[in-house]
């Protein structure tokens, strides 16, 4: 019993207290550095600084920032989450331009930054974020008018005649590699996240189209895009080639809050035709126009539709077009299939309908085993499957609601 009571935290390897110090929240990794010369030299490892969250604390202000930027973020950091003040009632200057500066310097891995109730109208433009990043998700955030333009950086740092002469032999060298404005003077971002971003304009949507590498562009709750933003930001043929958001391969549209708000149908904008656009996601108050205007799409290989309200004819006559689709998925979905008494006299009318029928759900029960819960309607799955042949379904939370007519 001696033995055991001698025993403590010293006697354990520093492999394992590290895993045991991953377990805490930043606050108290930064309490527990201070309880001892070793603590303080394990908390500094850039293993336990991969993934920084910051969310929580809510008593973060832009000095607690420099400290952890000088004393604990380093080269291990690949996803940092801040919280801003732009809700709170201290406010004042959260992000400066100078710690966004420090920290691509100290931390030249971070890929991924999610940036929660800040306000970001401080900045010049989306240029002084680090060049690393790969990812960047806007939620409830505010944004300058030119934010995402990265054309006039240049002219407001240096002026006009030695902007000229640094950039020239550094332009020739991005044209010959063909890398562009994606080079590390450039925006290198390939996922772009907006979530109820209310200053989020048509006008912002036109400068992404700069952005050489951006992928993947996820709009949800963004209230000001209109359809005539999304159909000039489109990628189509032009004279020196395809224009718009011509390298876009995933594209997310969705509103679903602000009950009452006009709704602006921004998915309308899909009917000029997107050149190369492979994923959509719809959602909300954006799935019915969307879905009128999708068949346009001739190089869409996934659809899913979220949080809305459909019918089993809304769906086969939007998707009978397209015959490239490889997958199709609902989530949160709600179906309303209609009732009609008429119909369903001319049905019982009929002797051999009745069995045709029969022998279909048979077969239908006989292939699958067993009935599945989250597919309510066997009758659209055997419209879409002689439409869509080669296309799976899925089947997220979907209800039905029973409507008579």
């Known amino acids: 019993m001696d033995e055991f009571k001698a025993c403590n935290l010293d006697y354990f390897p520093e492999n394992i207290l590290i895993d045991v110090l991953s377990y805490l929240s930043v606050k108290e990794l930064v309490r527990a550095g201070r309880v001892c010369k070793r603590w303080k030299r394990l908390v500094k ?123 020239s032999a550094p332009h020739q060298g991005r044209d010959q590699k063909g890398t562009g404005l994606g080079s590390p003077l450039g925006v290198c971002i390939e996922k772009l996240i907006l979530n109820n971003v209310p200053s989020f304009t048509d006008q912002h949507l036109q400068s992404l189209t700069s952005w050489q590498r951006l992928s993947q562009l996820e709009l949800r709750d963004t209230f000001r895009i209109t359809a005539n933003g999304l159909r000039n930001c489109a990628a189509k043929d032009g004279l020196s080639g395809v224009e718009g958001l011509s390298r876009l391969k995933f594209l997310e549209i969705g509103i679903t809050g602000r ?74 979905v709600i179906f309303q299939p209609i009732q009609n008494p008429q119909v369903e006299e001319e049905q019982e009318g009929n002797d051999e309908q009745p069995d045709k029928e029969e022998g279909a759900d048979a077969n239908m029960n006989d292939d699958n085993m067993a009935p599945d819960v989250n597919e309510p309607f066997p009758s659209l799955r055997r419209s879409l499957a002689v439409l869509l042949p080669s296309c799976s379904l899925v089947f997220t939370n979907c209800s039905v609601q029973i409507i008579s007519d």
């Open 259 to 332: 009950q009452g708000y006009q709704l602006q149908m921004a998915s309308l904008g899909l009917g000029a035709g997107w050149i190369g656009l492979e994923e959509l996601s719809l959602g909300g108050k954006e799935v019915g126009p969307g879905l009128l205007c999708a068949s346009r799409l001739k190089d869409l290989k996934h659809l899913c539709l979220w949080a809305c309200k459909l019918s089993e004819l809304q769906i086969v006559r939007s998707c009978r077009m397209l015959r490239g689709l490889r997958r199709l998925e609902f989530l949160d």
């Open 45 to 167: 490892d850039q293993r336990l600084w991969k993934t920084v969250d910051l969310t929580s604390w809510k008593g973060v202000t832009s000095r607690i920032l420099w400290v952890l930027l000088r004393q604990y973020l380093g080269c291990g950091l690949r996803c940092l989450r801040l919280r801003g003040l732009l809700l709170s009632a201290r406010g004042g200057t959260f992000l400066s331009e100078s710690w966004l500066k420090a920290l691509s310097t100290r931390c030249p891995r971070l890929s991924k930054l999610y940036l929660l109730h800040t306000d970001l109208r401080s900045l010049p433009n989306c240029l002084v974020f680090p060049r690393t990043l790969r990812v960047l998700e806007l939620r409830g955030c505010e944004l300058p008018r030119g934010f995402f333009n990265q054309s006039s950086s240049n002219s407001a740092t240096h002026p006009p005649g030695k902007a000229e002469a640094t950039s």
